[in-house]
C-alpha cells in the first residue's frame, strides 16, 4: 500500500460536531428563553442525520435544511418558535463552537509530517475555514474543500473529481478517513480511494466497507 496523499472529514472525525451543536442550540435555547427538553439532541440527531443524507442523495439542498431542520425539530418536540428565525441563531453559534475530537491534533501532527492532508466536509465553507482555525487545526491542513463552494456532496463523484483537481496523486495513492459510512467510505471507496472508517461508538455492521476499521483516532498512525 502506497499513500501519498490523505483526505479527512471534518465533522465527527476532526471535530467534535455533536458536542459543538448540543452546545450550540443549548445556547440559543437560553437566548429566547425557551425550555430546553431533555430529548432535544437526540431528536435534533435523528432529524439533522436524515436530512443531510438527502442531501448526499440530492434529494434537497442545503438551503431546504435551512427553512425546515428546526421547524421539524420543534414540531416534533412541540415547541412553539419560528424554527427559520432559531436555525440563524443556531448556525451563529456553532460557527463559534469547534471542540475537536480527542486525539485529532495529535493525529495531524503524525499525518502533515508524512502526508500532504486534505480537509473533506459536507458543510459549509466559511464555517469550517472558522471552525478549524478556531481549534488550532487549521495549521495542519494542505487544503480545505467544501462540498458548499465545490457544488456536489460527498459521496458524488464529482466532488472527488474537483478535490482531485488539486491534489497531485491519483486516488489509488490517496487514502479517505472519515466517520460515515456513506459519505466518506461508500464514496470514497467507489472513487477508488483507500478507505478507514472512524467507529468511536464501536458500531457493528453485517460486512466490511473500509480497508481498515479504528475505534480511536491514535489507531491510524498503525496503518499510514
Given amino acids: 500500500m502506497t499513500v501519498k496523499a490523505i483526505l479527512i472529514d471534518i465533522d465527527n472525525t476532526l471535530l467534535d460536531f455533536n458536542a459543538s451543536a448540543e452546545k450550540a442550540m443549548r445556547d440559543g435555547f437560553a437566548f429566547y428563553g425557551l425550555s430546553c427538553p431533555e430529548n432535544l439532541f437526540g431528536v435534533f440527531k435523528k432529524i439533522n442525520d436524515g436530512l443531510w443524507l438527502k442531501i448526499e442523495k440530492g434529494e434537497m439542498t442545503r438551503a431546504d435544511l435551512h427553512k425546515i431542520r428546526w421547524n421539524t425539530v420543534f414540531g416534533e418536540l412541540g415547541v412553539k418558535f419560528d424554527g427559520e428565525i432559531f436555525e440563524k441563531t443556531f448556525l451563529g453559534n456553532l460557527h463559534d463552537c469547534a471542540v475537536p475530537v480527542v486525539g485529532a ?24 475555514v472558522h471552525r478549524l482555525s478556531v481549534s488550532g487545526l487549521s495549521p495542519y491542513i494542505t487544503e480545505l474543500f467544501v462540498s458548499e463552494k465545490i ?16 491534489i497531485p496523486f491519483s486516488p ?4 479517505m478517513i472519515g466517520d460515515s459510512l456513506s459519505a466518506d467510505i461508500d464514496g470514497g471507496k467507489q472513487y477508488g480511494l483507500i478507505t478507514c472508517w472512524y467507529n468511536p461508538t464501536g458500531m457493528r455492521i453485517a460486512a466490511p466497507r473500509a480497508d481498515f476499521i479504528v475505534n480511536d483516532l491514535s489507531e491510524i498512525k498503525s496503518i499510514f
Fill in 105 to 128: 491534533e495529535d493525529l495531524l501532527k503524525y499525518l502533515s509530517a508524512k502526508y500532504p492532508v486534505y480537509a473533506a466536509s459536507n458543510a459549509f465553507y466559511e464555517q469550517q
Fill in 151 to 166: 457544488g456536489f456532496s460527498k459521496p458524488d463523484a464529482r466532488f472527488f473529481d474537483k478535490c482531485f483537481e488539486k
Fill in 172 to 175: 489509488a495513492q490517496s487514502a
